[in-house]
């Protein structure tokens, strides 16, 4: 599975972007695969901004993003969406999608070593 990410960009505060990540590849079944957006500001270490589920769409996000980014999936365009409202200068950041065929729930899907394939990463730069 390949993993095409893009949408980032550069943003005032307050202002939104919406990042896209398209999946390609033989034989895979995307309804299949969990999938999730992940982050690393620099000097920080990589962590864990939203994630689906598989099978129920569970979804579960960053505490200091809740209520401003919504993921979403479309399995019949093997894409999945991070939309970003109230952006502020913390998010700045090199976003990566990520899935996983080892179907990651609610207790795992943060943890990045779940997850096989990856992105090659979108940067979002939010300005005061």
Same mark, same amino acid.
């Given at each position: 599975?390949?993993?095409?990410? &893009?949408?980032?960009?550069? =943003? ?5 972007? %919406?990042?896209?990540? +398209?999946? &390609?590849?033989?034989?895979?079944? /995307? ?5 999730? $957006? ?5 000097? #920080?270490?990589?962590?864990? +901004?939203?994630?689906?589920? $598989? ?5 579960? /996000?960053?505490?200091? =993003?809740?209520?401003?980014? %919504?993921? &979403?999936?479309?399995?019949? #365009?093997?894409?999945? /969406? ?13 976003? /990566? ?10 207790? *795992?899907?943060?943890? $990045?070593?779940?997850?096989?394939? $990856?992105?090659?990463? *979108?940067? +979002? *730069? +939010?300005?005061?």
């Amino acid at each position: 599975v390949q993993l095409q990410a &893009s949408g980032g960009g550069l =943003v005032q505060a307050g202002g939104s972007l %919406t990042l896209s990540c +398209v999946a &390609s590849g033989r034989n895979f079944d /995307y309804s299949g695969l969990g999938v999730a $957006w992940f982050r690393r500001a620099p000097g #920080k270490e990589r962590e864990f +901004v939203a994630g689906i589920t $598989w099978r129920s769409g569970i979804k579960e /996000y960053l505490d200091s =993003v809740k209520g401003r980014f %919504t993921a &979403s999936r479309d399995n019949a #365009k093997n894409t999945l /969406y991070l939309q970003m409202n109230d952006l502020q200068p913390d998010d700045t950041a090199t976003y /990566y999608c990520a899935a996983s065929t080892t179907r990651p729930g609610r207790s *795992t899907m943060r943890n $990045w070593t779940a997850y096989g394939f $990856w992105g090659q990463g *979108t940067l +979002v *730069t +939010v300005s005061s």
